[in-house]
C-alpha cells in the first residue's frame, strides 16, 4: 500500500519520547519529513541524534501549554520547510491529584495540557494547511471511553473533548481539505507508564485486556501514520481505538480458558455449560 507520504512534512508535539518518538520514527521510515518539540531540550537532542539516522529532522523546545510557543513554532516549521502536511497532537501526561480534591493549580494544569494544547495545536496547523490542506490526528486516550476514577479522574472527561473536539473541528476544517481525526490508546508500555503505574497496577491492566498484553509505542505509530496518509483519504471526525480490547467484554480471558480447556481434551459444549 503506497500512502503517498515521501517529503510530507509531519509535525509531532512530544516527539522525543514514547508514543511521539516512535511515530516520528515511522514517518521517517515513509520518506516524511518531520518536526518535533517537547519541554526538555535534552531530550530532543537525543532524539535528534537517533531520529536524524533516519531522514531530515527539525527540532524545537515549546511548551505547548503556551499557545505563542506553539503559534510560533507552527510559523518556523513553516519557514523551514515551505509546507506543513500533517499534525500529530501527542503530547500529553496522566495529571495526577495530590489529595482527595483537585485543587486551581492541578485543574489548569491537567486543562491546559491534555484540551488547550490540542486546541493550539489544530488552530496553528490549520493556518498553514488552509493552503493546500492536510490532516491532524489527535492522541487521546481509551480514557475517553473509560472512566479513570481515582488520582486521575479529570484525564478521562478532558480525552473525551478531544474526541468531540475531533469531530467538531473535522466539520470546521474540511472545506478546505483538511482532515481531522484522533486515535485512542490503552495502556502502552513506555518508560514512563511502566514505572507510574508499578507492577501490580499493570496485571491489573493486562487482566482487562482482551490481547493480554500492554501496547508497545509502535503499535500507537503506525495507525496514526496511516491516518495521516491518502490510504485514510475518506476518514475524518472520528476515533479510532487500539486498546488491545481493554475493557471491552466482561470476561477477557475466555478465549485463553477454552483453548486451554481444548488441550486437555475437554469438550467445548461441556466447558462451556461451566462458564
Known amino acids: 500500500m503506497n500512502l503517498n507520504l515521501k517529503d510530507k512534512v509531519v509535525v509531532i508535539t512530544g516527539g522525543s519520547k514514547g508514543i511521539g518518538f516512535a511515530t516520528a520514527q515511522a514517518f521517517l521510515e515513509e520518506g516524511a519529513k518531520i518536526a518535533i518539540c517537547a519541554r526538555k531540550e535534552e531530550d530532543l537532542k537525543k532524539a535528534y541524534e537517533d531520529l536524524s539516522r533516519l531522514g531530515e529532522v527539525y527540532y524545537e523546545v515549546v511548551d505547548v501549554t503556551n499557545s505563542k510557543q506553539v503559534y510560533d513554532f507552527a510559523e518556523h516549521v513553516h519557514q523551514h520547510y515551505g509546507v506543513l502536511d500533517v499534525w500529530v497532537n501527542n503530547a500529553g501526561n496522566s495529571g495526577y491529584k495530590k489529595g482527595e480534591e483537585y485543587d486551581d493549580e492541578e485543574i489548569d494544569f491537567i486543562t491546559n495540557l491534555i484540551f488547550k494544547s490540542v486546541v493550539y495545536g489544530c488552530q496553528a496547523a490549520f493556518r498553514y494547511m488552509k493552503q493546500n490542506g492536510g490532516a491532524i490526528v489527535n492522541v487521546a486516550s481509551l480514557g475517553g471511553r473509560c472512566a479513570t476514577s481515582g488520582k486521575a ?64 509505542p509502535e503499535e500507537i505509530a503506525k495507525p496514526i501514520v496511516f491516518l495521516a496518509s491518502d490510504a485514510a483519504s475518506f476518514m475524518t471526525a472520528t476515533s479510532v481505538e487500539v486498546s488491545g480490547g481493554r475493557c471491552m467484554t466482561l470476561n477477557p480471558l475466555f478465549s485463553y480458558e477454552k483453548k486451554e480447556a481444548e488441550e486437555r481434551g475437554e469438550s467445548i459444549s461441556s466447558y462451556e455449560a461451566r462458564v
Open 153 to 216: 479522574s479529570l484525564y478521562g472527561p478532558l480525552k473525551s473533548a478531544v474526541m468531540n473536539l475531533t469531530n467538531t473541528l473535522a466539520g470546521e476544517y474540511a472545506a478546505w481539505n483538511v482532515r481531522v481525526t484522533c486515535v485512542m490508546p490503552g495502556f502502552i508500555a513506555t518508560e514512563r507508564s511502566v514505572k507510574s503505574v508499578g507492577a501490580a497496577k499493570l496485571q491489573s491492566n493486562i487482566a482487562t485486556t482482551i490481547l493480554r498484553r500492554p501496547g508497545r
